[in-house]
Structures are given as structure tokens and as C-alpha cells.
């Protein structure tokens, strides 16, 4: 259900909307297209940061568990060059 609103706006971007809507489109449907494509990008917006602080949270703990097997490989090594001198 739509909802009629009173906005006010600057004769500038009334006048970018006109000459954008063209005469095949209302400012309304305009503006309404345009605020729906801007909450989409924010809502997914909001969707990649919470997964990047997700991917940001497994990596730090990946990369303390890759640093312990570097370390007890290269333990190892050192420990297998030594029994072959």
C-alpha cells in the first residue's frame, strides 16, 4: 500500500530527476525506484561487512593454527638435518 508524503526538494534536483524520469515516468516512480535500489545496497551492504567480520575472525585463528604447523615443520627439519649429521 503506498503511502502519500510532502518532501521538499531543491529546484536542482528536481530538475536532475525530471530530465533522469523523462516524460515516460512519474517523479514519484522515480524516486521511489531509486530509494528502493538504495536500501537494497545497504541492506547488502550490511550483509558483507558482518560476513568480511566473520572471514576477518576464522582468518586471524587460521593463521595462528598455519604459524604452529610452519613452526613444528620447521622444529622437524632442524631436528631431522641434525640426526643426519
Known amino acids: 500500500m503506498k503511502e502519500k508524503i510532502s518532501i521538499t526538494l531543491s529546484g536542482e534536483v528536481l530538475a536532475g ?3 533522469l ?3 515516460k515516468h512519474s517523479r514519484s516512480a522515480f524516486i521511489e525506484r531509486v530509494l528502493r535500489r538504495y536500501l537494497r545496497e545497504r541492506a547488502r551492504a550490511a550483509i558483507q ?6 572471514i576477518n575472525a576464522a582468518s ?3 593463521n595462528a593454527e598455519v604459524a604452529d604447523v610452519v613452526e613444528y615443520q620447521s622444529a ?4 631431522r638435518d641434525q640426526s643426519l649429521t
Not at 49 to 54: E, G, H, I, N, T
Not at 76 to 79: E, P, Q
Open 17 to 19: 530527476i525530471d530530465r
Open 21 to 23: 524520469a523523462g516524460s
Open 49 to 54: 561487512a558482518r560476513d568480511l567480520k566473520q
Open 60 to 62: 586471524e585463528r587460521l
Open 76 to 79: 622437524w627439519s632442524r631436528k
